[in-house]
């Protein structure tokens, strides 16, 4: 089956810096790599996603690049801000409507 | 619109007990799904249903558990009896059909002792 790692498993910035992401994948038929957010006692929020058929997608302050060939794909936040302090999550999915597999999750933590 | 719902928000039961967790996905989601996350590890999949049918169930720990979509709508997840290494958050999520997007609950954070 299709198994997901995720790197760092923390990461401490400050406020302004960029933070980078990164998760590897096993199963080349996987085609869709979602990112979630999830603050502190909330849910995961889908921030970006990104298809097998892109190499990167950008919406505001946050990318995500996919590597189909080297099996890898990163989250990139620019100018990072205290309240995108969170854990992190990437996954792969390979089904239309299937199930996704998760990386192990990393807290980013932004320092004012 | 409402998001997606789950009951208990928190659950402590001792070891050999049952416990029933409920997830209310979103209007007119066919997709549920269920997942865990155990000791700050990745967020697991469990399993998929489609409507009321169990569309993929190989994520499912052992036959301790047992989980139900009478209907279509809301799905429970029944543990029983319960394990130590039962305890973590569950997580329901629910998608459109033909959708990628999953939308996720707030979980359900269950203690065995």
């Known amino acids: 089956g299709e198994n997901v790692e995720q790197h760092p498993s923390t990461l401490s910035v400050q406020e302004g810096d960029s933070a980078v992401i990164k998760c590897t994948y096993s199963?080349?038929?996987?085609?869709?790599f979602p990112w979630y957010k999830q603050e502190l006692g909330k849910r995961p929020q889908l921030i970006i996603d990104?298809?097998?058929?892109?190499g990167e997608k950008k919406d505001q302050r946050i990318a995500v690049t996919l590597n189909k060939t080297a099996k890898h794909f990163s989250l990139h936040i620019t100018e990072t801000q205290p309240e995108d302090s969170a854990v992190y999550f990437c996954a792969a999915a390979w089904t239309n409507a299937g199930k996704s597999t998760f990386g192990d999750g990393t807290t980013l933590t932004v320092k004012p | 619109e409402a998001g997606v719902t789950q009951f208990p928000s928190h659950s402590v039961i001792e070891k050999g007990q049952t416990v029933t967790l409920r997830c209310d996905p979103i209007s007119g989601h066919d997709n549920l799904y269920w997942y865990r996350r155990v000791m700050g590890k990745e967020i697991k999949f469990l399993l998929h249903f489609v409507k009321e049918s169990k569309q993929d169930e190989s994520g499912m720990p052992n036959n301790r558990f047992l989980a139900e979509r009478t209907g279509g709508t809301y799905s429970t997840l029944k543990v029983q009896p319960a394990e130590l290494e039962d305890s973590g958050v569950y997580f329901c999520?629910?998608?459109?059909?033909?959708?990628?997007?999953?939308?996720f609950g707030p979980g359900t954070r269950l203690t065995v002792t």
């Open positions: 199963d080349s038929a996987s085609n869709y």
């Open positions: 990104i298809r097998s058929n892109v």
């Open positions: 999520a629910s998608s459109p059909e033909n959708s990628y997007e999953q939308y």
